[in-house]
């Protein structure tokens, strides 16, 4: 009988997929920004055409979630992300600073190993390889074991498509038989240039400590704050739609309400409106017992089960139309488990005295397990609205819309991702949602445009050359109080007869001698009118923005002005957030 090591055999898999992956994207890093799009553009239209099919599998494969939302997640891959990225530089020049003598190309990192999740196996594996093959590298994917099936069949119907459309074959590679030893082969592989990890935080933390450059993503735990001046019919609505989403196996869902006392009733009168049950303290403590661990995850059968399943579960029953399972909290933390991130249709309601009360509860809520992630708000009043996005710990704060949906691009203008930074807060390298820009390196070509003699503001005195604007000012408001006190104090004209002969001719107004013409006062003639200022010349929208754009502004004192089109890298956006750098022009 001849003895099968499975670990064995997965890590032999990988091993091999790594280096054909390797091999194609040799061929693949010649490839021209059109060849690149072309491929891209017919992996996204095959996605479309099956995004159906394959919502339906993930969703029977996995047992987590609904079809219908699936469907939607892999339609914001193939659909909503292709669009994003339409007409973005990825390949060769990016662009010449002619000014600068400065030119910037974009370097592909190589294989990007794709670490997937159970909860959005499609979805996800058509996000990473368009985003990895829009950037130009080759990926390789390992599932899920429990999503093993929907994740590599997606891929295959990627795979297809883009060898139809030019793309060498091999650069896109699925795991067939995964395992925890296989992934780790994966992202520790000499070939493999960069990880995209998601998925629960032991995989994240493997991917970290690979010794490969790695973006990981952390925990949600989403806090809705519901300010005074927002409907409450509105809020409920939103936040019912987003909980319901796939039955909450996004991070980014919905997790707790929290809101001020007077609007108690009046929320739980429009949760019941919404077929949301409002469980009794004995039914949220079995709840609470059923749903989470004692170190506060959830228990992986309750991972995006429908309401009335949940609730059979933890020995109580509901109608089978149940959208949401709602329970009131005291408090966050230890104490009161049902403060956590939940994964599923079941929402908490926390209510305080005040809006400090309110700031204070959702920061709880986000250092319990979401550091870094998504909070939300509703609100008409724009200065509570920038207070709360400024005091929280979350790098995702939505305004008037569901949250899985707001956080992932599809009701807001924030990169569609299925991979949402957390930032240093939470141990990640980037705050972003992750697009093809993370997944190149920019080399800058650089000429010489001065002499090391002359690089610095030293003078050859040794003392500094610094320019104060503020003297300048006072300069120059001290010359023109001069110019007006000389005009103030020259003496005043007199006219002669013959003057004021003239002067009355040239007016046609009769003649009137006065007593005494010579000694008579005549107003000095008004300084002519200044000139309008010249017109502001329109500001100049740029193409492209990175660090080193942001550096330069940060130093010179001024502004960036970009369009809608303009592509900015993350640490360019992330560090010009700073300083109030970029500025929205139109063109």
Same mark, same amino acid.
């Given at each position: 009988?001849?003895? /099968? ?9 990988v ?44 969703a ?12 939607a ?7 909503i ?9 990825? +390949?060769?020049?990016?662009r ?6 400065v ?17 959005n ?7 990473? !390889?368009?985003i ?7 990926? /390789? ?12 069949? !997606?891929?295959?119907v ?11 074959e091999?650069?896109i ?8 030893e ?9 070939r ?9 935080s ?16 952390g ?19 939103g ?18 309400i ?9 929320i739980?009168?429009?949760?019941? $409106?919404?077929?949301?049950?409002l ?10 017992? &059923?749903l ?7 228990t992986?059968?309750?991972?995006g ?18 959208t949401?399972?709602?329970?009131? +909290? ?14 599923s ?14 700031? $204070?509860?959702c ?18 009043d ?7 996005a ?8 939505? &305004? ?20 949402l ?8 390298i980037?705050?972003d949602?992750?697009?093809?820009l993370?997944?190149i390196? +920019?080399?800058?070509l ?32 001290r010359?023109?109080?001069s ?10 004209a007199?006219?002669? &007869?013959e ?10 107004q ?7 013409? &010579?000694?008579?006062p ?40 970009i369009?809608?089109?303009t ?17 929205l022009?139109?063109?």
């Amino acid at each position: 009988m001849r003895l /099968v090591d499975k670990d064995l055999q997965s890590i032999q898999e990988v091993r091999a997929k790594v280096e054909e992956a390797y091999l194609a994207w040799g061929k693949y890093r010649n490839f021209t920004q059109a060849q690149v799009d072309a491929i891209v553009e017919a992996m996204a239209a095959a996605a479309r055409q099956h995004a159906a099919r394959l919502g339906e599998l993930a969703a029977s494969e996995t047992g987590y979630g609904n079809a219908k939302d699936k469907y939607a997640k892999n339609m914001l891959a193939a659909d909503i992300l292709p669009r994003a990225i339409r007409g973005m530089k990825t +390949i060769g020049v990016l662009r010449e600073l002619e000014d600068q003598q400065v030119t910037e190309i974009a370097t592909p990192m190589g294989v990007v190993a794709a670490i997937l999740p159970t909860t959005n196996p499609t979805s996800t594996a058509i996000y990473k !390889t368009i985003i990895a093959l829009k950037a130009g590298n080759a990926i /390789v994917i390992s599932p899920h074991p429990r999503a093993q099936q929907s994740t590599c069949e !997606t891929v295959a119907v990627l795979a297809e498509a883009a060898a139809k459309a030019g793309a060498p074959e091999g650069i896109i590679q699925c795991v067939g038989e995964p395992t925890m030893e296989s992934t780790n082969e994966l992202m520790r592989h000499k070939r493999t240039g960069v990880i995209l990890s998601t998925g629960g935080s032991g995989i994240v933390r493997a991917a970290y400590s690979s010794g490969k450059p790695a973006f990981g993503v952390g925990p949600g735990n989403v806090p809705v704050l519901l300010e005074a001046s927002a409907s409450v019919a509105t809020c409920v609505a939103g936040v019912v739609a987003g909980k319901t989403f796939d039955y909450g196996t996004i991070c980014s869902s919905e997790q707790t309400i929290v809101a001020e006392k007077p609007r108690r009733d009046e929320i739980l009168a429009e949760l019941r $409106k919404r077929n949301a049950y409002l469980c009794d303290a004995a039914q949220a403590q079995a709840l609470a017992k &059923v749903l989470l661990t004692p170190q506060f995850t959830v228990t992986a059968d309750c991972v995006g089960q429908p309401a009335h399943k949940i609730a059979t579960k933890a020995g109580f029953s509901v109608p089978e139309n149940t959208t949401v399972l709602v329970a009131e +909290i005291a408090g966050v933390g230890k104490q009161h488990p049902l403060s956590a991130e939940k994964l599923s249709p079941v929402l908490t309601l926390l209510f305080v005295d005040n809006w400090e009360e309110q700031l $204070k509860s959702c920061e709880a809520i986000l250092r319990f397990g979401g550091l870094g992630h998504t909070c939300a708000i509703y609100s008409n009043d724009d200065v509570k609205t920038r207070e709360y996005a400024m005091r929280m710990p979350a790098y995702r704060v939505l &305004v008037n819309t569901p949250t899985p949906q707001g956080a992932t691009g599809i009701t807001t203008n924030v990169f569609p991702a299925m991979t949402l930074g957390c930032g240093a807060v939470a141990g990640n390298i980037t705050s972003d949602n992750i697009s093809p820009l993370h997944l190149i390196n +920019i080399k800058r070509l650089a000429r010489k445009v001065r002499d090391a003699d002359n690089a610095f503001t030293t003078s050859s005195g040794g003392k500094d050359t610094v320019i104060d604007r503020q003297q300048i000012v006072n300069a120059v408001e001290r010359f023109l109080a001069s110019k007006i006190q000389q005009q103030q104090q020259q003496p005043t004209a007199k006219l002669t &007869v013959e003057q004021l002969v003239d002067q009355a001719i040239a007016q046609r107004q009769p003649i009137q001698k006065p007593a005494a013409v &010579v000694a008579t006062p005549v107003p000095a003639p008004a300084p002519p009118a200044p000139p309008p200022p010249p017109p502001v010349p329109a500001p100049t929208i740029v193409d492209f923005v990175c660090e080193d754009d942001v550096r330069r502004a940060i130093v010179k004192d001024q502004k960036i002005f970009i369009g809608p089109k303009t592509i900015v890298t993350p640490a360019a956006r992330d560090l010009a957030s700073q300083r109030d750098i970029l500025v929205l022009a139109k063109r």
